[in-house]
């Protein structure tokens, strides 16, 4: 019996689409980096940026299945800022692991001085941790300026959530940089594409200028995966809320660069 064919995402001529926020095996993805980058092939992606929690693992077999693939991988990391309330920073194109555990200012700061771009992650959501506020978004953009922002993402939201978050962008637009499509993946082919980054050009290289150059825009519905079965999603659960965090507390977890370029291990 043949079988069927993945939907595929799918932009105009000259245009490449990214995820450019994905998890894997390394935090509290469900799976490896080599599977991310063939669910992202299978839909048509020319740009996968694998951001785990609070480390780089390796990814130089992840990096050799995407050019043969045609899929470039980019390093990223989504870093945890100091609690409370623990917001999310996601690292694109960095060259070293940023530690966790900093001031926004300082996380924002580290991921410049590792030669990456810092994106706010899920902005907006209604919870007092992991989710950047409209108040704290605007503190921070008084001594700061961001790459881009997750201007669509996969997190939950009030209702009137995009609609705000759309005005606060316009207001901010200068400081806050390019407009972002992600859908925080972590189940590779059973949700990756529910949020998408669309860009001039096709590689890691155009994507990168084009968040410089503010000339990305978020795609949402490109792709419908059929979600997880319930074991999984259940696994994932106590792999973030649970293993994870034995992770951070032995030190396997969270070390790294901060600002002063230094490179620092959680005791």
């Known amino acids: 019996m043949k079988q069927a064919t993945r939907p595929r995402a799918r932009a105009a001529e000259g245009l490449g689409i990214a995820e450019i926020h994905s998890h894997t095996l390394a935090s509290d993805g469900m799976v490896s980096a080599v599977e991310l980058v063939r669910a992202a092939a299978a ?106 922002i997750e201007l669509r993402h996969t997190a939950p939201v009030l209702p009137r959530t995009w609609g705000l978050l759309d005005t606060f962008y316009a207001e901010h637009r200068e400081r806050l940089g390019a407009a972002l499509g992600a859908g925080d993946s972590h189940f590779g082919e059973h949700d990756l594409g529910r949020v998408l980054t669309v860009f001039p050009g096709k590689t890691a290289s155009d994507l990168r200028l084009a968040i410089e150059n503010r000339t990305t825009s978020p795609l949402s519905g490109a792709v419908s995966p059929s979600p997880p079965p319930l074991r999984m999603r259940l696994a994932q659960q106590y792999r973030s809320m649970v293993w994870l965090g034995g992770e951070r507390r032995a030190g396997r977890v969270g070390g790294g660069a901060g600002p002063s370029g230094g490179s620092v291990t959680p005791g």
């Open 43 to 148: 839909i048509g992606l020319q740009v996968i940026c694998i951001t785990d929690h609070d480390t780089i693992s390796g990814l130089g077999a992840a990096m050799e299945a995407g050019a043969e693939l045609g899929v470039d991988v980019v390093r990223g990391e989504e870093v945890t800022a100091s609690f409370p309330p623990g917001i999310h920073i996601v690292g694109l194109f960095l060259d070293r692991q940023v530690r966790m555990h900093m001031s926004v200012e300082d996380t924002v700061d580290a991921i410049h001085d590792a030669g990456g771009l810092a994106v706010i992650a899920h902005p907006f959501m209604p919870t007092w941790f992991a989710s950047m506020t409209p108040g704290k978004a605007r503190a921070l953009l008084e001594s700061r300026r961001v790459d881009g």
